[in-house]
C-alpha cells in the first residue's frame, strides 16, 4: 500500500494511477477499427492503461434513459451482449420511478462499466502470463516495463522474477463478478439517489482525505477529517472500486478465495465473494448479509456470465 489517501469507510483503497476519463466515443473505435491499446510512454517508466472504449450517453431523465436501453434493446435481464455504453450519469428523478424500473435502470447504467472494466483487467492479466512465460523476460526489457507498470498499479513493488511476487500479482490482477459490484453499488449509492453518487459519481461511498477530491459528509462527525471522494465520471468510480478490492490489505481473503476457486475450477460468483468484505462496513457481517440478500433478491447471479458487445455488434 503507498498512499492512504481514499478509503470506504473504515478502510481505504489507495490507487497509486491517474483514473482515465471515459474513452473516445463509438464511433471514433469502429472508424480506428482498434479495440484496445497498450503503450509505454518514452521515460515515464509505466505504461498507459489499457481501455475498452464506450460510447458515452448523456440523458436528462428517466425516459431519456430507457429510450437509450429500448434502441440497443437492452434488457434487463440482458438477453444478448451488452451495449458499448458509458452512461455519463444517474438520472436526478430516477428515485422517482416504480421499483422494478429504477432497478432496471440502474443495473443497464452500471453493468457495461463494470464489464468494460473487468474486461481491462483481464487484459492486463494475460499480458503478465505471456510476459511471465517469456524466456525473454529480463529486467529493463519492454516487456519488464510493461509489466513492472501494471504491478505499480496494483501495489507490488517487488522483485518480479520472485515466485512468491508473481503470485501475488496474479491473485490482484482479476476480475470481480458483476453480480456482487452491481449489489454493492446499488447498496452504496442507494440505487444512484446518494447526494455522493448524484454530486461526486461516487457508487461505493469511498473516502479521501484531499480537500481539493472530495465532498464533505453533513453527518461527519466531530474532529473527522476525511471526505467523500469525488469521481470524474461513473467508470472512474467503478475502477477505483474494483482497485480497492484487488489492492487493499483488508480484501486480501476476498483475492485468496477468488484464487482458490480459480483453481479448483469453481465459478467466482458474487454470493461466494461477498462473505469476504466483513471490512468493507463498520456493520461487519450484517453488511455482508445485506450484500448476498441484494444479490439473492434481485437474482443478479443472472448476470454473472454477461458478455459486453464487440464493435461490430
Known amino acids: 500500500m503507498t498512499s492512504n489517501e481514499s478509503r470506504n469507510r473504515l478502510v481505504a483503497p489507495a490507487p497509486v494511477w491517474s483514473i482515465v476519463l471515459d474513452a473516445l466515443p463509438l ?12 503503450s509505454v510512454p518514452a521515460g515515464a517508466g509505466r505504461e498507459a492503461i489499457a481501455s475498452v472504449t464506450l460510447d458515452p450517453i448523456s440523458v436528462q431523465n428517466a425516459d431519456q434513459l430507457q ?27 430516477i428515485g422517482d420511478e416504480p421499483i422494478a424500473l429504477k432497478k432496471s435502470l440502474f443495473f443497464r447504467s452500471i453493468l457495461p462499466l463494470v464489464l468494460a472494466e473487468n474486461r481491462r483487467i483481464r487484459m492486463e492479466r494475460d499480458r503478465i502470463a505471456s510476459a511471465f512465460d517469456d524466456g525473454d523476460f529480463t529486467q529493463g526489457s519492454p516487456e519488464w516495463k510493461r509489466v513492472a507498470a501494471i504491478a505499480q498499479r496494483y501495489d507490488v513493488d517487488a522483485d518480479l522474477n520472485d515466485p512468491d511476487v508473481r503470485e501475488r500479482l496474479r491473485r490482484r490482477v482479476d476480475e470481480i463478478p458483476p453480480s456482487l459490484a452491481l449489489a454493492q453499488a446499488a447498496n452504496e449509492s442507494a440505487w444512484g439517489t446518494s447526494r455522493f453518487a448524484r454530486e461526486g459519481n461516487n457508487l461505493y ?15 461527519r462527525a466531530e474532529g473527522a477529517d476525511h471526505f467523500v471522494r469525488r469521481f470524474d465520471s461513473l467508470r472512474a468510480s467503478v475502477r477505483s472500486y474494483l482497485n480497492n478490492l484487488n489492492t487493499h490489505q483488508a480484501y486480501a481473503k476476498l483475492r485468496s478465495q477468488r484464487r482458490r476457486l480459480r483453481e479448483i475450477g469453481t465459478p467466482v460468483t458474487g454470493m461466494r465473494l461477498a462473505g469476504a ?13 445485506d450484500i448476498r440478500n441484494m444479490i439473492a433478491y434481485n437474482r443478479l447471479q443472472r448476470i454473472n456470465d454477461a458478455r459486453l458487445a464487440t464493435p461490430s455488434e
Do not use: C
Not at 71 to 92: C, T
Not at 277 to 289: K, T
Open 27 to 38: 464511433a471514433a473505435l469502429v472508424v480506428a477499427g482498434l479495440w484496445y491499446w497498450l
Open 67 to 93: 429510450d437509450v436501453f429500448q434502441r440497443h434493446e437492452y434488457d434487463w435481464v440482458p438477453k444478448a451482449a451488452v451495449p458499448l455504453l458509458a452512461i455519463k450519469d444517474i438520472p436526478q428523478d
Open 205 to 219: 461511498g469511498e473516502w479521501t482525505w484531499n480537500a481539493d477530491k472530495g465532498i464533505v459528509p453533513k453527518r
Open 277 to 289: 468484505l466483513d471490512a468493507y462496513s463498520e456493520r461487519g457481517m450484517a453488511y455482508v448479509n
